[in-house]
């Protein structure tokens, strides 16, 4: 407990006045007699004035209000007794079960603002009967003001040294567990193994009717990733922006991407219709982040067993998200590009001889030889629309695929043959890139 030996130090000083001035320690006997009714009128006046007591649905604030309060009320009595300034257990103990209810700091500064008002009018009224008959009103009065000022202001210091230490010791504790959380489900688990378990069942990741979906996130620029300062802040982003929605989220920096697993209800019963896909209900708030990043989503997984698989979708996703289509569902993307993206990496000694003689003289003719296999491709395989589409005559679409023909062996007006050819010039793109 950070306890200020300085402030202490002056705390005693100014009950040492009090003393010369005969007020202590014959004060405490007075206070200790109107000990409840202080004790009720600083409970009354803070709830009055301030209104987070009042408004908050933890049913142990009031009572530990209430107790903290007789508490300080006790604690001045001793200390107006004679009793030197001791640590304020009390205090750090009420600061640190106000941390753990995540009750507003500022709420607990301003009850003792209150107090201090309350507190100096009853000290000074009994300060006053209790001093020697020679004692000056002034000196007894500033004492007494002294006093309240440097006691409070004590308090004030311990607690808000307690409270932000606390919740700072909370937010580790919790930051902790929650990157293990996510750790486990994004790598997986072992079922047999008792702790995953637990740990699972007590986050809640283990109740039944529940769906989860995996988002993955960068900046436009994928440098801006590497720096901590700007990757924390899409972070953030990503946090406040999802925080409004029915839906749990873990989320975290991990290989220079913002990695969220959301958690939802699937349906409300065995008995009532199944909601709408996680993925489709987060999709129109992702939208909503700035131009300056590119989103991935995966498919719903219907257990956490299937949480990895859902990460390697939203990474595909990413690789499919532009500037044009900032957020891409992993359900969106075409199966051909999936097949294309799944094979480009392992098939290149697989690729046939005839790819690099074609590559070449679509080079050489300025792309129009792949650029006339695709639009043939995009009109259904009609040469007459090809050529509307290209504003070109059919024969030179003809002489085109002739040409085509010609470097590979490979007749384009066929089905079989132009989805080859197209096949291989995609995987050897994606390659490539």
């Known amino acids: ?144 003001t002294d006093f309240t000022v440097e006691y409070l202001g004590l308090v004030s210091s311990l607690t808000t040294t307690e409270y932000v230490s606390h919740t700072r010791q909370l937010a580790e504790a919790e930051g902790g567990r929650r990157s293990k959380l996510l750790n486990m489900l994004l790598h997986g688990y072992d079922e047999s193994d008792n702790r995953a378990t637990q740990l699972l069942r007590r986050a809640g990741y283990l109740e039944q009717r529940q769906s989860f979906c995996v988002v993955v996130a960068r900046s436009v620029d994928p440098r801006e990733m590497e720096n901590a300062a700007r990757a924390q802040r899409m972070l953030e982003s990503f946090n406040e922006l999802l925080h409004s929605l029915p839906i749990r989220s873990l989320i975290s920096v991990r290989d220079k991407l913002v990695t969220i697993v959301l958690s939802g209800t699937r349906r409300l019963s065995g008995w009532t219709a199944a909601q709408s896909l ?79 003689d074609l590559l070449r003289a679509d080079k050489k003719a300025r792309g129009t030889l792949i650029n006339t296999l695709q639009a043939y491709a995009d009109a259904d395989m009609n040469v007459l629309q090809t050529g509307k589409a290209m504003g070109r005559h059919p024969n030179t679409i003809y002489a085109r695929l002739e040409r085509i023909e010609d470097i590979t062996g490979k007749n384009a007006l066929g089905y079989h043959a132009l989805t080859e050819l197209l096949l291989a010039i995609e995987c050897a793109g994606r390659s490539q890139a």
Not at 301 to 330: C, G, K, N, Q, W
Not at 344 to 355: C, E, M, V
């Open 278 to 356: 996680l993925a489709d209900r987060v999709y129109p708030q992702l939208r909503k982040i700035g131009t300056a990043a590119l989103i991935g989503i995966s498919a719903d997984a219907p257990s956490t067993s299937h949480i990895p698989r859902a990460l390697s979708e939203a990474r595909l996703a990413l690789d499919f998200a532009s500037v044009s289509e900032r957020v891409m569902p992993y359900a969106r993307i075409p199966f051909r590009h999936i097949l294309v993206r799944a094979a480009a990496d392992n098939i290149q000694s697989a690729l046939p001889h005839w790819l690099d």
């Open 1 to 144: 407990m950070a306890f200020d030996p300085a402030k202490a130090t002056q705390l005693n000083t100014a009950i040492a006045a009090l003393r010369t001035s005969g007020v202590v320690p014959v004060v405490a006997g007075r206070l200790r007699e109107g000990s409840e009714a202080i004790s009720r009128q600083l409970r009354e006046v803070v709830i009055q004035e301030i209104s987070a007591f009042t408004a908050s649905a933890n049913p142990d604030v009031l009572p530990e209000l209430e107790q903290d309060l007789a508490l300080h009320v006790k604690e001045i009595c001793q200390l107006l007794g004679g009793r030197p300034a001791g640590d304020l257990a009390f205090v750090a103990e009420h600061a640190r079960r106000r941390a753990e209810q995540k009750f507003p700091l500022d709420a607990i500064l301003r009850s003792y603002k209150c107090a201090h008002r309350i507190l100096s009018d009853w000290i000074r009224d009994a300060a006053l009967q209790a001093a020697h008959e020679s004692a000056q009103v002034r000196r007894v009065v500033a004492a007494v």
